[in-house]
């Protein structure tokens, strides 16, 4: 089990730049895939991105395709979601989520099994 704290989020105007930390507890994270979602007030939960254990693949929702970046840092037990022109749309709490890297199945939430508290990102118009 990894424990998992979400900071980074905020309000800023459409266009601005937001990023994303997530901070993983336990000596294991590296053996860990990692997977950043969403949920707007009224809307389910989507999937916006996800990176390998090793950080060799990344995965995008086409929403947030070319905008957003997932990184990770394993010595820091951390991985970030680095937001960039962003829209009114892009309003929602955002979560972490971790699993152990089966090396698939990286964009549903059931199959993540630890998730943080959540994030708020409030995009104006």
């Known amino acids: 089990q990894v424990q998992l704290v979400e900071s980074g989020g905020g309000l800023v105007q459409a266009g601005g730049s937001l990023r994303l930390s997530c901070a993983a507890s336990?000596?294991?994270?590296?053996?860990?895939?990692m997977g950043w979602f969403r949920q707007a007030p009224g809307k389910e939960r989507e999937f916006v991105a996800a990176?390998?254990?090793?950080?060799?693949?990344?995965f995008y929702a086409d929403s947030v395709k070319g905008r957003f970046t997932i990184s990770r840092d394993n010595a820091k037990n951390t991985v970030y979601l680095q937001m960039n022109s962003l829209k009114p749309e892009d309003t929602a709490d955002y979560y972490c989520?971790?699993?152990?890297?089966?090396?698939?199945?990286?964009?549903?939430?059931?199959?993540?099994?630890?998730w943080g508290q959540g994030t708020q990102v409030t995009v104006s118009s």
């Open positions: 989520a971790a699993r152990l890297d089966s090396g698939r199945n990286y964009l549903s939430g059931v199959n993540y099994d630890d």
């Open positions: 336990g000596r294991t994270f590296s053996q860990y895939a």
């Open positions: 990176i390998t254990w090793s950080g060799g693949r990344t």
